[in-house]
């Protein structure tokens, strides 16, 4: 179970502080793009969004987009944030990610990885070693695969996770 657990949550992307970005030593923020940056199958971006991407960005910490998708909308939502995007990283499998941060010379734990699945995007951050921070899903359309097998196995895990 501790690998499905998250260093945070927060509502939506655009509530996660600069302060806690310093307070947790973030030198990037990887940020998934279905439900996450963007509502699914889409390229739309929101005006917090894109406000809290510059104002990271200002403050000296990198973002980018990591998804597992393979189509077009990534590099469009990167074009509209001026961050870069790396695609098809078939999340929550590490390889590809760990050559991710060598090449960029970024250690995993100044990274930050912020999604709305747990089996993907927060499994890969604590396989790394890296942070995390788990955002509630923009929106309720998402890809068959995921409704099926993620979120019904989020499911059986949540109350175990999020005891309060």
Same mark, same amino acid.
């Given at each position: 179970?501790?690998?499905?657990?998250?260093?945070?949550?927060?509502?939506?992307?655009?509530?996660?502080?600069p302060?806690?970005?310093?307070?947790?030593?973030?030198?990037?923020?990887?940020?998934?793009?279905?439900?996450?940056?963007?509502?699914?199958h889409?390229?739309?971006? $929101?005006?917090?969004?894109?406000?809290?991407?510059?104002? =990271?960005?200002?403050?000296?910490v990198?973002?980018?987009?990591?998804?597992?998708?393979?189509?077009?909308?990534?590099?469009?939502?990167?074009?509209?944030?001026?961050?870069? =995007?790396?695609? $098809?990283?078939?999340? %929550?499998?590490?390889?590809?990610?760990?050559?991710?941060?060598?090449?960029?010379?970024?250690? %995993?734990?100044?990274?930050?990885?912020?999604?709305?699945?747990?089996?993907?995007?927060?499994?890969?951050?604590?396989?790394?070693?890296?942070?995390?921070?788990?955002?509630? %899903?923009?929106?309720?359309?998402?890809?068959?695969?995921?409704? =099926?097998?993620?979120?019904?196995?989020?499911?059986?895990?949540?109350?175990?996770?999020?005891?309060?």
């Amino acid at each position: 179970m501790k690998s499905l657990l998250p260093t945070a949550r927060f509502e939506r992307i655009f509530d996660i502080t600069p302060e806690f970005l310093k307070e947790n030593g973030i030198e990037l923020v990887l940020c998934d793009m279905d439900n996450t940056l963007a509502p699914w199958h889409s390229d739309y971006i $929101d005006q917090s969004t894109a406000l809290w991407t510059e104002k =990271v960005k200002q403050g000296g910490v990198k973002v980018a987009l990591l998804t597992n998708s393979k189509g077009t909308n990534a590099d469009s939502i990167g074009k509209k944030l001026d961050i870069p =995007v790396y695609k $098809d990283a078939k999340k %929550p499998f590490r390889g590809y990610t760990e050559n991710l941060l060598k090449a960029l010379g970024v250690n %995993p734990e100044n990274v930050l990885f912020a999604g709305d699945q747990l089996f993907t995007d927060i499994r890969l951050a604590n396989k790394l070693k890296a942070k995390s921070v788990l955002t509630t %899903p923009i929106s309720d359309r998402e890809w068959w695969c995921t409704k =099926v097998f993620n979120r019904s196995r989020e499911r059986l895990v949540w109350r175990f996770l999020f005891k309060k």
